[in-house]
């Protein structure tokens, strides 16, 4: 016997269109700003543009990005940025997430310091860091000459350049020093009784109970520090830009990456191919080199952290 409650097929046909009508505002959203600029970026690496001009040169832009020992020594500086600076940030502000829950008195205080950084401005952060760790002038080299310590040049030297704006990221981890704390809060209490019971110590109750019960919020973390990484830019620019000593607004005096090229990242090569040299095509062409590596990476931690829970 048919069932009473049987949703007849017109009403299915119409709770349809109402479903289409209401994810039409997302739709549009990603046809516009995704779909279209994509498809566009794509169009334009087959072409010589420099926004007067149209001239179709076929792979010539591909041909010449890949030959292009800049694009490799950005790529090589953004893979540095995503296997160190990115975990530095991780463990950073798990580890002072995972104090704060254990501090009774002024936890809200020490939770607003932390977190004051990360609404620093990139720009202000940025120069005021150049000049913290600036050799002659700095108090941070005046500080370890005190104890007897030469302090390198910072921003100055190519081995010390990426490693101070790692420096500089993990100071500005406020934000997922956050949600890292919110999400150690949120863990239920009588799993950490119930291992205590078991004998687990500090270490076992963290790898054992803390770890995986967080685990959607670290990849969640990784992944968008990830992405963040590889589309570092305002920080390198301005540290290279202020190092150098360079004041021209128009930069025809200043070599980007500075110092040796140490700071030149994927979307730093890309904007000036693209608004310094007017080369659009190859820009677009960088572009999607760039898009690429974000998806690499991206389904990487995915899968990782898919067969982690799994083994879990």
Known sequence: MASTHAVPPRWRRGEGARALLWLAPWIVGVLVFFGYPLLATVYFSFYRYDLFTLEFVGLDNWRYAFADERVYQSARNTLWLVVFMVPAQLLFALGVAQLLTKIKSGAGVLRTIFYLPSLVPAVAGTVAFVYLLNPATGPVNQLLALVGIT?????GSAAW??????????????????IFLAALLDVPRHLYEAAAIDGAGAWRQFRNVTLPTISPVLMFSAITGVIYAVQYFAQAMIASRVASGATDSAGST???GYPDGSLLTLPQHLFHTGFRDWSMGLACVHALLLFAVSMVFTLILLRQFSRAEGES
């Not at 302090?151 to 921003?155: A, E, Q």
């Not at 490693?163 to 993990?170: F, G, N």
């Open 161 to 178: 350049a990426k490693p101070s704006l790692t420096l500089l990221a993990v100071w500005g981890v406020g934000n997922t020093m956050m």
């Open 151 to 155: 302090g390198p040049d910072w921003f």
């Open 254 to 256: 200043f070599t980007p």
